[in-house]
C-alpha cells in the first residue's frame, strides 16, 4: 500500500520487489518440480524451446532507467551462467524408468525356481534354478549369491533352508533342489515361502539383497509350478521414531501385538506317527498274534532348537491315558545334534476296542539335558476328544482296524494335561 507523508512518497517491499525484479506482467511462481526432469511415464515431455514458455515479457524499467527479462532456470546457458542446469543437460540426465537401476523394475535382480508338492509323502520341493541381474554387494562389483528358504508363520530355525554360495557373480545358476518334509494340505492353503537372496561374506556379515514371497497355495498337488520373480525389498515395519508424538504409543502397540503374534504362531516341530489296531485274534486261528493297538514312532522334522549349539537331542515318550498302574510309558533312544531326528520305533499296548476308545494316546517330544531337567519340545494328544488331525487319525485307525494309518501332526506348546518330567 502506498502512503503519503507530506510530499513523500513512500513505498512498501512488496512493491519494491514487484517494480524492479519483476518488469511485466506478474506471472504465477512455478513450482520446484517444474525445475527437474519428470521421470513418471506420463509426464509431459520439455519442450525444445523452453524460452517460448518460461520467458517472461519485456517491460521498461522504472527508477534505474534500465530494462531486461527475467529468464527461467532452464535458459542458464544463454547468459552463461553457473549452477543452473540447461534444457538440453536436463534432457540428458533425466532416468529411464525402464533401466536396471530402477526400483519400478529389476532393480534388484530376478530369481527363478520350481515348487512342487507331493500329497502322498507330504513334501514340498522347491527346485532354485537361477537368478538375474543382481544388484552388486561387493567392490568388484560382483557378489557371492545364495538363497535362504523361510516357511512363514513359523520363526524354527528348522524351518530354514539354505543354498550353496556361487562366487562373484550376478547371474549364479544353482539348479538346486531343498525339500520340506511334513507339509500338510493344510499348511498349503495357510502358509507363505519366502525365498530371500543374499550376499556371503566371510570378514563382516552377510548382506540381504532382495526377496521374493510366493503363497503356497498357488501350488496344486502332485504339479510342478515354474516362477519368474522380481526380488524385492522386505515390507518396512512402522518406526516410532518416524511418527510424531501422538501415533508413537499406537505404533508401539502394533510392534507388541506382531510379536505375540509370532510368538503364538512359532511351531515347535512336526511329528511323523503310525497307528495300527489289531482285533483279538479268533479261536484257531493267528496263534501267537495279539490284539491291541500298535504306536509307530517315526521320525520328526522342524523341531525347535533347544540347545545354545542351534540343535536338540530328542526323544520322544508316549503314554495311555488314564494310565492307573503307570505301566503305559514307552520311550525312544535319544539322537543327538538334529532339528529333524528319524527314530523308525514301534511299540505296542494289548487293548480291546471298547477299553480303547476311553483311552487317550499322549505323545510328547523331548531334549535331553544331562546334569538337569530335559527340555518339553511340544506334543499331540489323539482320542476321541480332540479336533483337528488328531481326532481324524485316531477315528481311521480305529474304523479301519488292521491297517497302519501314518499322518504328519503339529506339535503343540502345551498339552491339556500336565506332563511331568522324568
Not at 160 to 178: A, F, G, I, Y
Request: include cysteine; charge should be neutral.
Amino acid at each position: 500500500m502506498t502512503v503519503r507523508k507530506g510530499k513523500k512518497l513512500t513505498i512498501s517491499i512488496q512493491e519494491h520487489m514487484a517494480i524492479d525484479v519483476c518488469p511485466g506482467p506478474i506471472r504465477p511462481i512455478r513450482q520446484i518440480s517444474a525445475y527437474f526432469p519428470r521421470l513418471s511415464p506420463t509426464a509431459e515431455p520439455i519442450s525444445p524451446n523452453p524460452a517460448s514458455q518460461l520467458a517472461l515479457s519485456p517491460g521498461v524499467g522504472t527508477s534505474g532507467g534500465t530494462s531486461g527479462s527475467l529468464l527461467s532456470p532452464l535458459q542458464a546457458g544463454a547468459r552463461g551462467g553457473g549452477g543452473t542446469l540447461s534444457a538440453a543437460s536436463s534432457i540428458e540426465t533425466s532416468v529411464d524408468i525402464c533401466s536396471s537401476d530402477s526400483d519400478d523394475s529389476t532393480a534388484l535382480g530376478t530369481l527363478e525356481f520350481e515348487l512342487r508338492y507331493e500329497r502322498a509323502t507330504s513334501s514340498l520341493h522347491c527346485n532354485i534354478i537361477r537368478a538375474k541381474g543382481l544388484k552388486p554387494m561387493d567392490f568388484n562389483g560382483l557378489a557371492d549369491p545364495y538363497v535362504k528358504l523361510h516357511l512363514l508363520p513359523g520363526a524354527c530355525k528348522a524351518n530354514k533352508l539354505k543354498t550353496k554360495t556361487v562366487r562373484n557373480s550376478l547371474n549364479p545358476v544353482w539348479n538346486e533342489t531343498l525339500t520340506y518334509v511334513g507339509i500338510t494340505e493344510e499348511d498349503m492353503h495357510r502358509k507363505t515361502l519366502r525365498l530371500s537372496v543374499c550376499d556371503e561374506d566371510k570378514l563382516t556379515h552377510n548382506e540381504f539383497i532382495g526377496e521374493s514371497r510366493v503363497a503356497l497355495r498357488r501350488v496344486k498337488p502332485d504339479q510342478t509350478k515354474r516362477f519368474y520373480t522380481c526380488l524385492e525389498h522386505p515390507p518396512p515395519l512402522p518406526s516410532p521414531t518416524a511418527m510424531g508424538t501422538a501415533l508413537r504409543g499406537i505404533s508401539c502397540y502394533l510392534r507388541e501385538w506382531e510379536n505375540e503374534q509370532l510368538t503364538s504362531l512359532e511351531e515347535r516341530g512336526r511329528l511323523l506317527l503310525s497307528l495300527q489296531f489289531l482285533p483279538p485274534p479268533a479261536e484257531g486261528e493267528g496263534e501267537g498274534r495279539r490284539g491291541g493297538l500298535y504306536v509307530g514312532v517315526l521320525r520328526c522334522a522342524h523341531l525347535a532348537a533347544m540347545d545354545v549349539n542351534g540343535f536338540s537331542d530328542p526323544y520322544v515318550k508316549i503314554y495311555l491315558k488314564p494310565d492307573v498302574k503307570k505301566k503305559s510309558k514307552h520311550k525312544t533312544a535319544v539322537i543327538k545334534k538334529t532339528l529333524n531326528p528319524e527314530f523308525n520305533e514301534e511299540f505296542f499296548y494289548e487293548i480291546s476296542l471298547s477299553e480303547l476308545v476311553h483311552k487317550t494316546l499322549e505323545v510328547t517330544v523331548w531334549d535331553y539335558d544331562l546334569g538337569r531337567s530335559n527340555d518339553f519340545i511340544g506334543g499331540v494328544c489323539l482320542s476321541c476328544h480332540v479336533q483337528g488331525d488328531a481326532l481324524r487319525h485316531w477315528m481311521d485307525c480305529l474304523r479301519n482296524k488292521g491297517q497302519r494309518v501314518e499322518r504328519w501332526h503339529i506339535l503343540a506348546n502345551e498339552l491339556p494335561q500336565t506332563t511331568c518330567h522324568d
